[in-house]
């Protein structure tokens, strides 16, 4: 089966640690995208990549990070200086020149105690 | 910003038709509209996407305004697995290959309720 995969589905972190979220897409897909969404809330961008080696910042990129040196796989990390990290985090790839139609993973909700 | 404009919520009783609004009065020529809905505590998921014409497929229907200025998904019959958050969304198409304007912006949208 194609698709995205999200590792946790649910994961619980420390005030003032890195914790890295994986995500995985086996669509052979070029583009890969991280989004946040907070409670009752649209979807924000935190990065994109369009090709491997290569990523850009989206609109809430402060205080995470994230690297794309396979084309299936594109993790992010949420640092310990971003300030409010409990949210639902996001994966998504698309393939580029198909109207950029997204296919999005389950999710990995990540809550900071 | 969104470029778009939703009611919050609406209501539908199942296996009745259902009609989400959407008003987008900037619409440029090479803006789609494309719909994603959210179940929920699941990624958001593609429903169809339209440039002029109305367009059907096996979930749904879109049925844009002249003008452009508005469009309208439409469900033929409301089941309780439609419920979600739909988002209405413009995409530029000529940024298909690249550019942080090619990416989609998703607003609030509308949680549809089903009603059994």
């Known amino acids: 089966d194609g698709g995205i995969t999200q590792s946790p589905k649910y994961l619980f972190r420390k005030e003032g640690q890195n914790v890295t979220l994986s995500c995985e897409q086996n669509l052979n897909h070029d583009a890969m995208y991280w989004y946040r969404q907070d409670p009752g809330q649209g979807l924000r961008l935190i990065y994109y990549s369009q090709i491997v080696n290569d990523f850009q910042k989206g609109d809430i990129a402060e205080g995470y990070s994230v690297s794309r040196e396979k084309k299936e796989s594109f993790p992010l990390t949420v640092t310990s200086a971003q300030k409010n990290p409990t949210a639902f985090y996001l994966c998504?790839?698309?393939?580029?020149?198909?109207?950029?139609?997204?296919?999005f993973g389950p999710g990995t909700r990540l809550t900071v105690l | 910003d969104a470029k778009t404009t939703q009611p919050n919520s609406m209501e539908s009783n199942e296996e009745e038709p259902v009609h989400l609004p959407c008003n987008h009065s900037t619409i440029s020529g090479t803006d789609y509209i494309h719909w994603y809905r959210q179940l929920p505590s699941q990624g958001p998921e593609y429903v169809i996407h339209g440039l002029t014409s109305n367009v059907n497929n096996r979930m749904a229907s879109l049925a844009i305004a002249e003008d452009r200025k508005s469009s309208t998904l439409i469900l033929h019959r409301a089941t309780l697995r439609d419920a979600a958050v739909y988002y209405c969304?413009?995409?530029?198409?000529?940024?298909?290959?690249?550019?942080?304007?090619?990416?989609?912006?998703f607003g609030k949208g509308t949680k549809l309720s089903v009603k059994p």
């Open positions: 998504a790839s698309s393939v580029q020149g198909t109207y950029n139609e997204q296919f």
């Open positions: 969304i413009l995409r530029d198409v000529r940024f298909d290959y690249g550019g942080s304007q090619g990416n989609l912006i």
